[in-house]
Nanobody, 129 residues
Framework: VQLQASGGGLVQPGGSLRLSCVGS????????LGWFRQAPGKVRQGVAC????????FYRDSVKGRFTISRDDAKNTVYLQMNYLNAQDTAVYYC???????????????????????WGQGTQVTVSS
């Protein structure tokens, strides 16, 4: 599963960004999708995931109410809308795809990141004034 993430950048605290992740050579509607991030010197952590049908979404506690994950299967794309960004959100953000929503959920909410079917290459998000 090949994924291409984009949309990162430099944003001031309190600002917003929208990340996108497009599937290449794969039909993303067959997969649950998620976003993960890794800050310098820290382990990768889950951020959010969405089920194959888009009906279920899951978030890590620190982003609830600020981040929204969504998918547009017609565009073969998953999004992460990030609002009220703060310095602790600074990281490289990765998208991931897996056949199991539960597998992504445990990565996002329980910290058990598994060997998912596919990962994007990462996009840098820097929150700084």
């Amino acid at each position: 599963v090949q994924l291409q993430a984009s949309g990162g950048g430099l944003v001031q605290p309190g600002g917003s960004l929208r990340l996108s992740c497009v599937g290449s050579g794969v039909n993303l509607e067959d997969y649950a999708l998620g976003w993960f991030r890794q800050a310098p010197g820290k382990v990768r952590q889950g951020v959010a995931c969405i089920s194959r049908d888009g009906e279920a979404t899951f978030y890590r506690d620190s982003v609830k109410g600020r981040f929204t994950i969504s998918r547009d299967d017609a565009k073969n794309t998953v999004y992460l809308q990030m609002n009220y960004l703060n310095a602790q959100d600074t990281a490289v953000y990765y998208c991931a795809a897996d056949s199991s929503t539960q597998a992504l959920r445990v990565g996002v909410q329980d910290g058990a990141i598994l060997n998912y079917d596919g990962w994007g290459q990462g996009t840098q998000v820097t929150v700084s004034s």
